[in-house]
């Protein structure tokens, strides 16, 4: 069902159009982060149409222990128990399980771990992994995997990674099964596979030749922004994204600011996630193309433009900064709705703006200016 279809290159970087049973989307682009199935902050699915979402991300892990993934199997799968008609991709739960879970057991199965809601405990594997995804019936899947640590000892790397090649050997065995069921409610539920190894170049590429053979719908770079510097990050990707399928979608997992999401896409990156720009608006902290403000500062009591000027989000359209300083000071739930709807359409339309540099041939241009615009703050 999946096609990957290039329209124009520029370098590295790739524009690209992904066809899936839910819809074809454009790439470059940004997936908006709808951890427990709605993006935190009170914004609905209406305001994600509304401010261009493209891929809305939820977490297998989260979905499992609340609400359960059967009970959504029994509501008609996610993209009807959400209300959402685009594509959902769903990560495996791997990075939770490893970075939640305080008590865990790694072993060859999978991972013993205790739930960070009520404290049972949870087994979760390849197997386990796949069947909530497939209850859950998400567009894309993420194959499961251990996310090391980005500075862990080359010793403890190696091991790690080749259990996750064997996992995800027996995600694609156990997707391909659950694909063809009868009672499945998404058989054309596309996998991803995840690349790991750390900040280690020759781990990173011996493993993205492995799971290159292995023909998936699409092709990850995992355990990055996990704690490594952004030139690290920048390293890794110009040693590793050469050896992933070219005619495969690319996907940059957790990352990241719209610094790194330019360099991304100058390394050929077409999908990205990040919690960023949700999180940091629930703070008060909101992206402008002159870098980000803190709305909370004291400078903006009276000041009567908008987050940004020229901005076409609903936010900007309406309201003030002092409007939302003042809502923000004062802990009224508006404040963050009003601020994470600005700052996913600042990077829904920053996505849009770097896929039209590229049909046009002038993203090098457009990045050089980009990055020195956010470098500038205005005020």
């Known amino acids: 069902m999946a096609e990957y279809k290039i329209l124009t290159t520029e370098g590295r970087a790739k524009r690209a159009e992904f066809k899936t049973v ?14 427990a199935a709605a993006i935190k902050g009170a914004v609905s699915t209406e305001d994600l149409e509304e401010i261009g979402c493209q891929v809305e991300l939820s977490n297998t892990y989260h979905l499992h222990v609340r609400p359960g993934d059967e009970l959504i199997k029994d509501m008609g799968g996610l993209h009807k128990f959400m209300n959402w008609d685009r594509p959902i991709l769903t990560d495996s739960g791997g990075f939770q399980v490893f970075s939640l879970a305080g008590l865990r057991k790694i072993k060859e199965e999978g991972v013993t771990f205790h739930s960070h809601v009520d404290g049972r405990i949870i087994f979760m ?8 995804q497939s209850n859950i019936a998400s567009t894309i ?32 065995k156990e997707m391909d099964r659950l694909n063809s069921l009868d009672d499945t409610i998404n058989k054309n539920q596309l996998l991803f596979g995840i690349n790991q190894g750390a900040v ?38 110009d040693s590793v994204v050469p ?16 610094a790194n999401i330019l360099e991304g896409v100058e390394r050929g990156i077409d999908f990205f996630d990040c919690v960023y720009p949700s999180r940091n608006a629930r703070h008060g902290h909101l992206y402008t193309k002159h870098g980000k403000i ?19 989000c609903p936010t900007c359209k309406r309201y003030s900064r002092s409007y939302i300083r003042h809502l923000m000071v004062a802990g009224e739930m508006l404040a963050m709705r009003l601020c994470v709807i600005h700052n996913l359409y600042f990077y829904n339309k920053l996505m849009e703006e770097i896929r039209l540099s590229l049909d046009e041939g002038r993203f090098a241009q457009y990045k050089k200016e980009m990055l020195e615009s956010m470098a500038n703050p205005l005020e």
């Not at 594997?125 to 909530?132: K, L, T, V």
Request: with cysteine.
């Open 22 to 35: 839910h819809g074809t989307v454009q790439t470059p682009l940004f997936m908006n982060v709808g951890t």
């Open 125 to 132: 594997g390849p197997e386990e992994s796949m069947q909530i």
């Open 141 to 172: 899947a993420m194959a499961f995997d251990e996310c090391a640590p980005a500075k862990a000892e080359r010793s403890y790397v190696q091991p790690s990674v080749d259990r996750t090649t064997r996992w995800l050997e027996r995600c694609k």
């Open 200 to 237: 280690y170049d020759d781990i990173r590429i011996e493993h993205a030749k492995r799971i290159s053979e292995m023909d998936l719908d699409g092709y990850a770079v995992g355990g990055l922004a996990v704690g490594e510097t952004h030139e690290e990050m920048y390293r890794v990707l």
């Open 243 to 258: 050896y992933l399928p070219k005619d495969k979608p690319t996907y940059l997992m957790g990352v990241g600011t719209p």
């Open 294 to 312: 803190n709305i909370k500062n004291a400078r903006f009591a009276k000041d009567e433009r908008p987050i940004e000027p020229g901005c076409q």
